[in-house]
């Protein structure tokens, strides 16, 4: 991060970040190791620098500490003046952020609060700011102190970051007056969005949807698609506001493809929430690309905590191609693997870099649309029911 001092551009320190996660021997340790590698990719995505990651066994989570007090204070003393800012891989409560802040003397951020400064940095559209906004208050509110509010992160940096970051130094009233505000203003986008999407119906032009979890590479197919230049980068939450764009086969056949935020496990309730409207989007698609980073170590499970999520959304019904992306950095007999298995939701290997695939994927879509166009167009020609006054 930069800053301008008398018209020259000064570099700010990243903040060193100690990552601590939590074992608890009754689940599975992959699964707790793979979770804090993300941590580390999410805190370089904020802007800090890793400097350590610890991974704690515990029979159960410390009330008070989480990690406990001797494991806190054991951290203070390996770790002192090497560390700027500690963060847990859990979601903690107002009173253990505040232990393990007085005990160690270090800002304290759990992974709830680090994605919401991700996306109170990534956030551009009025609607993307008034929908972080909305989170950061949401899990803000209570966590406040007594009749007034002890956040002593508020001193700068990741965790303090946002359009919300400056209603925090009010009351809890003013907090609720201002969530209220910003759910009417973001139901006025859903009226509005709604609105928009009427003349695409009468048009009788179908809708794809690009799903799966973040960093799959769907602003790069999205680009690659519709000849765009949405940002893309080697980074998590790149995309928060939907994008929409039309692509047209060389038949004329022709869609609009939607590109929207990624999913990730454990995504923080409050986002899931303030998003709705983005996830709109999702709900008036007439089929979802779910894109799968091939490449990944634990691919199945990222794909998996996707599924979940549409689940969770009601979108487990809607048709869906999954759509393995980056096979570029794979063998071919890998690759060719994802698309032949025999599932019953449809597969296409695609890189997003190459084109490997994309007639293949175009095809499927193109076979899964037709129908979807069809009933569109009949819906429109059916004999509206007639309407008799009542007097």
């Known amino acids: 991060m930069n800053e301008v001092t008398a018209g020259i551009q000064v570099s700010k320190p990243r903040e060193r970040a100690l990552l601590v996660g939590i074992h608890c021997k009754r689940g599975s340790r992959w699964e707790a190791e793979d979770s804090l590698e993300e941590l580390a990719r999410l805190a370089e995505s904020a802007g800090a620098e890793v400097t350590g990651t610890i991974l704690q066994e ?5 009330p008070r500490y989480l990690i406990g007090k001797g494991k806190a204070q054991e951290i203070r003393a390996q770790w002192a003046g090497k560390v700027d800012l500690l963060v847990i891989d859990e979601e903690l409560s107002g009173s ?11 800002k304290t951020v759990d992974r709830p609060l680090l994605i919401l400064d ?24 209570p966590r406040l102190v007594g009749s007034g509010v002890e956040l002593s992160r508020l001193g700068g940096g990741i965790g303090t970051r946002g359009p919300g970051e400056t209603k925090l130094e009010t009351d809890r ?3 609720r007056r201002r969530m209220t505000k910003i759910r009417e203003e973001l139901a006025r986008v859903r009226r509005h969005r709604a609105l928009l999407r009427k003349p695409r119906r009468r048009r009788a032009i179908p809708i794809v949807a690009l799903v799966g979890y973040t960093n799959a590479g769907k602003s790069t197919l999205f680009n690659a698609l519709t000849r765009s230049g949405v940002q893309t980068d080697d980074a998590l939450f790149v995309t928060l ?16 493809l939607s590109d929207t935020v990624g999913f990730i496990r454990r995504l923080p309730e409050q986002l899931v929430t303030a998003f709705k409207a983005t996830l709109e989007e999702l709900d008036d698609a007439d089929l979802l690309l779910h894109i799968v980073d091939a490449s990944h170590p634990q691919v199945m499970e990222q794909k998996e905590a996707v599924d979940t999520i549409l689940g969770e959304l009601g979108l487990s019904a809607k048709p869906i191609i999954e759509v393995f992306n980056k096979v570029d950095l794979l063998s071919g007999g890998t690759a060719t693997s994802f698309a032949v298995a025999k599932t019953p939701v449809p597969r296409v290997a695609v890189s997003a870099v190459t084109g490997y695939g994309f007639d293949l994927l175009l095809r499927a879509v193109r076979e899964s649309l037709i129908s979807v166009a069809a009933q569109i167009r009949a819906d429109d020609r059916a004999p509206r029911p007639a309407v008799h006054a009542q007097g």
């Open 58 to 62: 515990r029979d159960a989570p410390d």
């Open 96 to 106: 253990q952020q505040r232990n393990l802040e007085e005990l160690t003397g270090w």
């Open 118 to 141: 991700i996306f109170a940095q990534r956030a551009r559209s009025r609607e993307g700011k008034l929908q972080v906004e909305l989170a950061q208050l949401d899990y803000h509110l």
């Open 173 to 175: 009233r003013t907090i």
């Open 241 to 256: 506001d939907p994008i929409l764009r039309q692509v047209t086969m060389a038949d004329r056949f022709g869609f609009l």
